[in-house]
């Protein structure tokens, strides 16, 4: 099995020229970008119990009953609602988590998640 070996390329150094001809080197840092963050989305059926949502809710998104209640009205109301913002994987995790609970109980309830813009 043959590898290869990556490549290690160092920073660019910047370099000045002092008065008295020294060459001074500086390190410039780098910056690396925060990870891309995604929400989950539930939507709204016919057929899935307000109770559940409020549920899934507080057991999987850690809210509190005011907080689950307010996101299952908007749900209801507006046809979707935003549940949670987490980084990529966190996100899938959760959307699995309501899928498969909503699935063990026999309700449609539909969930994603989709990049924050």
């Known amino acids: 099995m043959a590898t290869k070996i990556p490549k290690i390329v160092p920073s660019q150094p910047l370099s000045t020229v002092e008065?008295?001809?020294t060459v001074v080197l500086e390190r410039r840092t780098q910056r690396t970008k925060p990870p891309q963050m995604y929400q989950v989305v539930m939507l709204n059926d016919d057929y899935t119990p307000m109770?559940?949502?409020?549920?899934v809710l507080q057991e999987f998104f850690s809210k509190?009953?005011?907080t689950s209640t307010r996101i299952m009205l908007k749900i209801h109301l507006e046809g979707k609602a935003v549940c949670g913002v987490y980084s990529r994987d966190v996100a899938a995790t959760k959307v699995d988590q309501v899928l498969d609970a909503a699935?063990?109980?026999?309700?449609?309830?539909?969930c994603f998640c989709e990049p924050v813009a």
């Open 51 to 55: 109770e559940f949502v409020v549920m």
């Open 64 to 66: 509190d009953l005011e």
């Open 103 to 110: 699935n063990k109980a026999g309700h449609p309830l539909k």
């Open 19 to 21: 008065d008295d001809g």
